[in-house]
């Protein structure tokens, strides 16, 4: 599996941001993707997941009703929505698969066994 994260960038508190993440390698039917991020200092943490077949989403407490999850199975990519960005979104965001992940352990970064490289989002006050 190949994970290519971008679309991150520095925007100002309040603004928004979509995250593309193009997947390549397998048939993503039986698969979740997941968004995690990091900021300095801080552990990973889950942000948003979907399951690819069904679609079914999972949100943090932290960005649910601003930030939004998706994908486009024609062209094997999900994306990231993000709006009423806040400083505290600063970080490097991550895009994962898992294979087979149950629902209660979608946002459990052990889950994913494939990640892409990261895309810096800041955002300023």
């Known amino acids: 599996v190949q994970l290519q994260a971008s679309g991150g960038g520095l925007v100002q508190a309040g603004g928004s941001l979509r995250l593309s993440c193009a997947a390549s390698?397998?048939?993503?039917?039986?698969?979740?993707m997941g968004w995690f991020r990091q900021a300095p200092g801080n552990e990973r943490e889950f942000v948003a997941a979907?399951?690819?077949?069904?679609?079914?989403?999972r949100y943090a407490d932290s960005v649910k009703g601003r930030f939004t999850i998706s994908r486009d199975s024609a062209k094997n990519a999900v994306y990231l929505q993000m709006n009423s960005l806040k400083t505290e979104d600063t970080a490097v965001y991550y895009c994962?698969?898992?294979?087979?992940?149950?629902?209660?352990?979608?946002?459990?970064?052990?889950?994913?066994?494939?990640w892409g490289q990261g895309t810096l989002v800041t955002v300023s006050s």
């Open positions: 390698g397998r048939t993503f039917s039986s698969y979740v």
């Open positions: 979907i399951r690819w077949s069904g679609g079914s989403t």
């Open positions: 994962a698969a898992g294979h087979g992940v149950i629902l209660s352990s979608m946002g459990t970064i052990r889950a994913y066994g494939d």
